[in-house]
């Protein structure tokens, strides 16, 4: 027969099982608790090369040869048809001058030109075949003069034929007669190719583009008055493009002409070598010849440069690197016993940075190859800190 116990102590083993089982289960609560708010960290470790630096910049496309368009001063725009950075064909109508102003323009010109043919024809009388031949004759005195200095060898000799050049050309000046001819005759061309130019704008009042061609610039408006500056510019689609962009950073010097850019022109990527390099108070000034086709003067241009630079023992991702005020450090893996047995934690090691690019940052020291970094976490860690490592 089987001893039975007693009420009281069957009661207690039934109370002491239930104690160990809410502790196991609180036990259990407690570790997956934990182990949720532990960080989660991804690590890596130091390598050797070299850093890549990058220098972007934006510019405008620009034609290396801009011609540009003139019209009569004192002549008046009418009329504008193009804007700058339009493409234009050949035959296409650039700028229209008022036709009033054009039509004032030639009376002055026609007044101008009658006066210079009458001043002309009152300066011709004046003139006789006598002093035409002393004319001649001081042109024939002058030539020579002018051939003896310069067979002249000594330089007694060469003083004397500047002094016989000197009296050829006085005596020349004297002859009034024909000097005051030869201003009224400059005169008279002069007004009389103006003459021409006034009868043929009034003619032909409008400019068109003589080849297919991009305007560069449009310096006019509707209204303005036309003075000796050009009213517009414009590049030939055949014209060489060209690209000049400022290119900033502490290693920018490390460019040089020769190095590759990727140019981004209208939706297109060209690898295009440094032309010229000019450093300035605001960085590098570097300037691109563009292939054929690529772009067209006023079109925006993206600019990429990347230079690697010398080899360096030590690199790690720039997520892994650290600074507060006591300066640069890192976070190393390591193991150590705990009481739910083998934990891994966070050690802070400092270190010195030597050079960083856009990913990666280059030390002197303070690691080796076999640490493992923490590079990234889900949430913050300090020194000392529990953490979880994620394997890839």
Avoid at 49 to 57: I, Q
Avoid at 107 to 136: C, G, I, M, T
Avoid at 233 to 250: E, F, I, K, Y
Wanted: net charge negative; aromatic share 6%.
């Amino acid at each position: 027969m089987f001893k039975r116990l007693d009420p009281v102590r069957r009661k207690t083993g039934k109370a002491l099982i239930a104690f160990l089982l809410v502790m196991a289960v609180l036990t259990l609560i407690n570790n997956i608790l934990t182990e949720m708010t532990v960080p989660v960290v991804r690590k890596a470790s130091p390598q050797r090369g070299a850093l890549e630096k990058r220098f972007n910049a934006t510019g405008t496309v620009e034609a290396d040869i801009r011609v540009p368009l003139y019209a009569e001063s004192g002549s008046r725009v009418a009329r504008v048809y193009v804007r700058t950075g339009q493409q234009v064909f050949r035959g296409d109508p650039l700028i229209a001058l008022d036709v009033n102003a054009l039509a004032d323009g030639l009376a002055d010109k026609q007044a101008a030109y009658d006066q210079a043919k009458q001043n002309l024809d009152w300066a011709f009388a004046d003139v006789v075949p006598s002093v035409w031949r002393r004319y001649e004759q001081a042109q024939k005195n002058l030539q020579r003069s002018e051939e003896a200095y310069e067979k002249a060898v000594s330089k007694e000799d060469k003083e004397t034929r500047a002094s016989a050049v000197r009296d050829a050309e006085d005596t020349m000046n004297k002859i009034t007669e024909i000097r005051d001819y030869i201003q009224k005759l400059q005169t008279f061309n002069e007004a009389s190719d103006a003459l021409e130019k006034a009868r043929w704008l009034l003619e032909n009042p409008v400019c068109y583009a003589p080849e297919d061609a991009v305007i560069t610039t449009v310096q006019v408006s509707e209204g303005d008055a036309v003075s000796s500056a050009a009213l517009l510019t414009w590049a030939g689609t055949d014209t060489p493009m060209s690209l000049t962009v400022t290119l900033s950073g502490d290693d920018v010097t490390l460019l040089q002409v020769g190095d590759n850019a990727q140019i981004g022109v209208s939706g297109k990527s060209h690898r295009v070598p440094i032309l010229t390099a000019v450093e300035n108070e605001d960085g590098l000034e570097v300037s691109f010849l563009l292939p054929e086709g690529a772009g067209y003067p006023g079109v925006t241009a993206e600019v990429s440069v990347s230079k690697r630079t010398q080899n360096y023992d030590l690199l790690i991702p720039l997520t892994a690197l650290r600074q507060d005020s006591y300066g640069y450090y890192v976070l190393l893996l390591s193991m150590r016993q705990g009481a739910l047995g083998t934990e891994t934690t966070a050690v802070r090691r400092d270190v010195t940075v030597l050079d960083t690019d856009a990913t990666r940052a280059a030390l002197q020291g303070g690691v080796s190859f076999n640490d493992s970094l923490i590079a990234r976490s889900d949430r913050a860690v300090s020194e000392g800190d529990r953490v979880r490592v994620q394997e890839d």
